[in-house]
């Protein structure tokens, strides 16, 4: 990229084409990498078992459902499901600013271990293509039913990104309409598509392998980068180095590259401030049933973490942000330089 600028030290702007939005960076605000206290908190050792827990086996959900003695995944409707398969009519509005609709969709929830004191980065290879194969089968069974139109798969982790419960675990959101977001990427790639002829993620992708400034890990399948366009200060997002809409693309082997690729990315995260570190991730893929695909969209996932200095200090989106734009100081290529350098295969404050 020609510039007359320094990227790393001066104020600028950067675009998102997938959201065509706008993230402003402020580099000059920290004038090396890192600055200000850093501190860890040591991962706390949760039990195997909780009998408290109601995603553990055996234990009396809230609805007073008997969990069975999974010893795998295990996965049931959410017992307070933020959308309901069906749903009455509206009666009309009073007026066209006070415009509202019905909706309908399916809520579940994903365990993905037996064992409560586990997390993705703690979890053994087999466990997690166990997980992975979970959310093939949820995805394929409810895109399936021909009114759902979107399936949005997710993870919040850790009490600081609203968790209810430490047990790991991860939701499947199935609606009949599109999400906002999703009706974002789906545009800004579908026109990338018409205009280039070519996967806006594809190309974004060859740009980053080829300049190495933003990568933070890689298998023979997949990608693990800060964005360009990064709003949280650790945001990665994770890419398939063959073009696929969604997972039910992926053969036997991409699927456990994809476990791989997550436990690879999950256990820097831990390792950056010693701490079992919180975000929500979720996978982005092709609108389901829709009537003309195109094929322009290109599977992949978001990591949005919070944490800014240390275990304990977090990003907030306050002030300008909310009245304005995002922005932040810490520049995506120190990130990913951060995160690259750090072990992706153990918890490196723990014995081996």
């Given at each position: 990229?020609?510039?007359?600028?320094?990227?790393?030290?001066?104020?600028?702007?950067?675009?998102?084409?997938?959201?065509?939005?706008?993230?402003?960076?402020?580099?000059?605000?920290?004038?090396?990498?890192?600055?200000?206290?850093?501190?860890?908190?040591?991962?706390?050792?949760?039990?195997?078992?909780?009998?408290?827990?109601?995603?553990?086996?055996?234990?009396?959900?809230?609805?007073?459902?008997?969990?069975?003695?999974?010893?795998?995944?295990?996965?049931?409707?959410?017992?307070?499901?933020?959308?309901?398969?069906?749903?009455?009519?509206?009666?009309?509005?009073?007026?066209?600013?006070?415009?509202?609709?019905?909706?309908?969709?399916?809520?579940?929830?994903?365990?993905?271990?037996?064992?409560?004191?586990?997390?993705?980065?703690?979890?053994?290879?087999?466990?997690?293509?166990?997980?992975?194969?979970?959310?093939?089968?949820?995805?394929?069974?409810?895109?399936?039913?021909?009114?759902?139109r979107h399936i949005q798969i997710f993870e919040n982790r850790g009490a600081m990104m609203g968790a209810s419960n430490p047990h790991p675990?991860?939701?499947?959101?199935?609606?009949?309409?599109?999400?906002?977001?999703?009706?974002?990427?789906?545009?800004?790639?579908?026109?990338?598509?018409?205009?280039?002829?070519?996967?806006?993620?594809?190309?974004?992708?060859?740009?980053?392998?080829?300049?190495?400034?933003?990568?933070?890990?890689?298998?023979?399948?997949?990608?693990?980068?800060?964005?360009?366009?990064?709003?949280?200060?650790?945001?990665?997002?994770?890419?398939?180095?063959?073009?696929?809409?969604?997972?039910?693309?992926?053969?036997?082997?991409?699927?456990?590259?994809?476990?791989?690729?997550?436990?690879?990315?999950?256990?820097?995260?831990?390792?950056?401030?010693?701490?079992?570190?919180?975000?929500?991730?979720?996978?982005?893929?092709?609108?389901?049933?829709?009537?003309?695909?195109?094929?322009?969209?290109?599977?992949?996932?978001?990591?949005?973490?919070?944490?800014?200095?240390?275990?304990?200090?977090?990003?907030?989106?306050?002030?300008?942000?909310?009245?304005?734009?995002?922005?932040?100081?810490?520049?995506?290529?120190?990130?990913?330089?951060?995160?690259?350098?750090?072990?992706?295969?153990?918890?490196?404050?723990?014995?081996?």
């Amino acid at each position: 990229m020609i510039s007359t600028i320094d990227l790393r030290q001066q104020p600028h702007r950067r675009y998102n084409p997938l959201t065509a939005e706008w993230v402003m960076v402020s580099p000059h605000r920290t004038q090396r990498p890192w600055q200000g206290e850093t501190s860890s908190t040591a991962p706390a050792q949760l039990p195997k078992y909780d009998a408290e827990c109601y995603l553990c086996p055996g234990n009396k959900r809230a609805n007073g459902e008997i969990n069975p003695a999974y010893e795998s995944t295990y996965t049931f409707t959410n017992d307070y499901a933020a959308l309901m398969a069906e749903t009455p009519l509206l009666t009309e509005a009073e007026s066209p600013l006070l415009r509202a609709e019905t909706v309908r969709g399916i809520c579940r929830v994903l365990c993905f271990d037996p064992d409560h004191s586990l997390t993705l980065a703690r979890m053994a290879q087999p466990a997690l293509e166990r997980v992975v194969t979970a959310w093939q089968q949820q995805y394929r069974e409810l895109g399936a039913m021909d009114w759902i139109r979107h399936i949005q798969i997710f993870e919040n982790r850790g009490a600081m990104m609203g968790a209810s419960n430490p047990h790991p675990h991860g939701q499947i959101w199935a609606t009949g309409f599109v999400p906002d977001e999703a009706v974002r990427e789906a545009s800004t790639q579908s026109k990338y598509l018409q205009q280039h002829g070519r996967c806006l993620l594809c190309d974004y992708l060859q740009t980053e392998l080829r300049l190495q400034e933003r990568i933070i890990c890689r298998n023979e399948e997949f990608v693990a980068l800060v964005p360009w366009w990064a709003v949280w200060p650790f945001e990665a997002m994770v890419l398939p180095l063959h073009h696929a809409a969604n997972m039910l693309d992926f053969s036997s082997s991409q699927s456990a590259a994809l476990a791989d690729i997550l436990k690879q990315l999950t256990v820097r995260y831990d390792n950056l401030f010693e701490t079992s570190f919180p975000y929500t991730m979720g996978f982005h893929q092709g609108l389901v049933n829709q009537v003309t695909p195109d094929g322009s969209h290109h599977f992949h996932a978001h990591f949005y973490p919070p944490l800014l200095r240390s275990a304990s200090v977090r990003k907030f989106m306050v002030g300008f942000e909310m009245l304005g734009m995002p922005q932040r100081d810490i520049t995506p290529e120190s990130a990913a330089e951060r995160l690259r350098t750090l072990p992706g295969t153990h918890y490196s404050a723990m014995p081996r």
